[in-house]
């Protein structure tokens, strides 16, 4: 892969305007307004990241979170575009002193195609399908035609990434061509899987639906994206996916642990012991001093957390410039963060065991996946009746409640089901359980 082809400011949808021209505002700039004030990214403010809603304590969703990794994104594209015009003075003319503005919009774009509650909601649609009711569709046709394979593995490995690629992307009904008509290096830059749904394995990942094989085909083809051993279905990573994965592998792990901090999940001590591991003993050192004299334990972590933070963009931006030659070349074994020094190697290891331990298995974030597996569940067994025989009585009332935008009533079976994912998918965990509420009767709206 090269950095002249790779980096390219032509928009999905609109590639018959395309033409350079300088601006004050770049065209990378744009894509990240265009998210940034867009409804579905407004959305994530009411979907989960790992803990409940918050109630008295203030814990991430995953709009904070979005934020916060477009803003690690940032820095780690400045720092890497930095180095690599040093390295190779003949790129400074090019794009890739634009390498922070793009990485910070894929980051800004990362989640969005998440479902409500968190990774629960990912796996409660695919297990509906291979575990549930979902399974009659496998074999069902609608006007003599059924789902094909690919169709049926896209259902049952059900992937927020390769839904947030068709959102970005995809023409809703009214809409115009091209979805968010994104460049298509930002476009790229979110596909941290880039095979199809056939190449998912038990792990369940996957860049695109096959609704969207083409449209990635031909971002791939016109950036320069190489496939893996000629084969048809999967391709190298663009290589600023590996920035926007250290962007989001470095604010999650370590605001959780933040999070589970406030939640006292995890003492101060504890929290404090696990941010300090990752400092040799002169920056440890300074570190203690620091916390000597500020007094608030808050204060404490948030000062903890950021050094920590600042420390991984530094070991990751090494990462990738030491490995710039294998990441173009398509070998690179990522993701970066396990190729930092091995002290915070260590320390990252130790945060990831505390918190599969400590807060992934809490009570308050199962209890969550247990609701949000029934929510969605129970929405989708409704859903996809309605669409499948839309003129009963009771499928006209829930199909009536769906925005136009979703092709529900599109003429084939695999069509109607990935409108209702679009429509469930979009849902902020809020809407889905008022939603649930009053299709069972518990919340019943206000007749005047």
Known sequence: MDWHTL?????FGLEEYHRDHPENRSEFQRDYDRLIFSAPFRRLQNKTQVFPLPGSIFVHNRLTHSLEVASVGRSLGNDVARLLVERHPELRDTYVPEIGAIVSAACLAHDLGNPPFGHSGEQAISTFFSEGKG???RDM???GAKLSPGQWEDLTHFEGNANAFRLLTHQFEGRRKGGFVLTYSTLAAIVKYPYASSLAGSKSKFGFFTTEEEGYRRIAAELGIPRLQDSPLRCARHPLVYLVEAADDICYQIMDIEDAYKLKLLTLAETRDLLLGYFDDARRGRRLDTLRI????NEQIAYLRSSVIGLLIQ???????DN???????????PLIRHIAQRPAEAYARCS???REKIYRSKDVLDIELAGF????TLLELMLDAVRWPDRAYSRLLINRVSSQYAVRAPGLYERVQAVLDYISGMTDVFALDLYRKINGNSLPEIS
């Open 353 to 355: 065991a505390v918190a």
């Open 141 to 143: 046709e609608l006007d």
């Open 324 to 334: 710039e030659e294998a990441i173009l070349a398509g070998t690179f074994d990522g």
């Open 135 to 137: 399974q009659a569709l």
């Open 294 to 297: 500020v007094s608030d334990t």
């Open 374 to 377: 029934r929510i969605i569940s």
């Open 7 to 11: 980096l390219s400011a032509k928009r």
């Open 315 to 321: 070991e990751c931006v090494r990462a990738f410039v």
